[in-house]
């Protein structure tokens, strides 16, 4: 026999019961949702996998380079090395393409994100850390930054900063203005304010955004390029996904390493 400590909680049993009971025979379950019955060994299956973001440590912050400009247009000369850097907008699967393509070759690359297709496509940041590239900005929407008021022109630095931070751990390692390949002076004090001790500009133009065809892209990338080059490409286009197994090969041939911007100033 069952005791209970008052009337009350007899009460409150009895009526527990009764529920049950009455559950039982119309065939309901009054389970709460978190109730749900312990799996069996044969029911559990593989264990869950961890998220990835909890996972990933911080993505590297930008670092200032002794006796480096605050432009940086081409690293040393001497180094059989090559930065290849992509503006980062446009369709994924050619963002997916490219990063495929250069690790094929065991290449790395420098993606300079636009906040706006980060956004968009907020996966991305990690796929390009991921895959061992380096990732940094370019600027909130990709509009003329050298044309902008002083506040406007900032807020186009630290917008796209801030979804690197949340997305990554860090505004990234690199600031590219956006619309032109060398930035003002005012648009250089601003990225560092904001946190870039160097703004990233580039001596090889493969003008891919043209979309002259592939063939025209290895041209104009292996006629120009030398050692410490960093070279301008584009995801987003056909053009650069179908150029870049030939243009890795060249590179290979000319005993020329693609490397991040990061490593290509690391001696």
């Given amino acids: 026999m069952l005791c209970y400590p008052d009337r009350r909680s007899a009460l409150r049993a009895g009526a527990a019961v009764a529920a049950g009971t009455l559950a039982a025979a119309c065939g309901t379950d009054t389970r709460t949702p978190s109730a749900r019955p312990a799996a069996t060994p044969g029911d559990r299956g593989a264990p869950p996998k961890s998220g990835r973001a909890q996972a990933a440590a911080p993505a590297p912050a930008p670092r200032r380079f002794p006796g480096q400009p605050v432009e940086i247009a081409h690293g040393p000369r001497e180094r059989p ?6 503006h980062g907008n446009g369709d994924p699967a050619t963002a997916r393409a490219v990063l ?4 094929k070759a065991g290449a790395r690359v420098t993606v300079l994100a636009i906040g706006s297709w980060l956004d968009a496509h907020p996966d991305l ?7 061992g590239h380096e990732l940094g900005n370019h600027t909130q929407r990709h509009l ?15 917008g796209c900063a801030q ?9 990234g390692t690199w600031f590219r203005p956006s619309q032109t390949q060398y930035a003002t002076p005012l648009v250089q004090r601003l990225a560092q304010r904001a946190g870039y001790p160097h703004v990233l500009s580039y001596d090889v133009d493969s003008l891919d955004f043209t979309s002259p ?6 041209r104009t990338v292996t ?12 995801f987003g286009y056909a053009d650069t996904v179908d150029a870049m197994p030939s243009l890795l090969e060249e590179l290979a041939r000319r ?9 290509l100033l690391t001696s």
């Avoid at 940041?125 to 895959?131: E, F, H, K, M, P």
């Avoid at 005993?255 to 490593?263: D, G, S, Y």
Wanted: proline letters at 1%; glycine letters at 8%; hydrophobic letters at 45%.
């Fill in 144 to 158: 003329a930054i050298n044309a902008m008021p002083e506040a406007e022109a900032y807020a186009e630095i630290t």
């Fill in 81 to 86: 090395r090559v930065a290849l850097t992509f």
């Fill in 125 to 131: 940041a990690r796929r390009v850390l991921d895959g």
């Fill in 213 to 218: 065809g592939a063939a025209a892209v290895i």
């Fill in 255 to 263: 005993k020329l390493r693609a490397v991040t911007t990061t490593e």
């Fill in 163 to 171: 979804r690197l931070k949340r997305l990554t751990g860090s505004i």
């Fill in 223 to 234: 006629g120009t390029i030398r050692s410490g080059s960093v070279v301008s490409l584009h």
């Fill in 100 to 103: 495929a393509e250069a690790e």
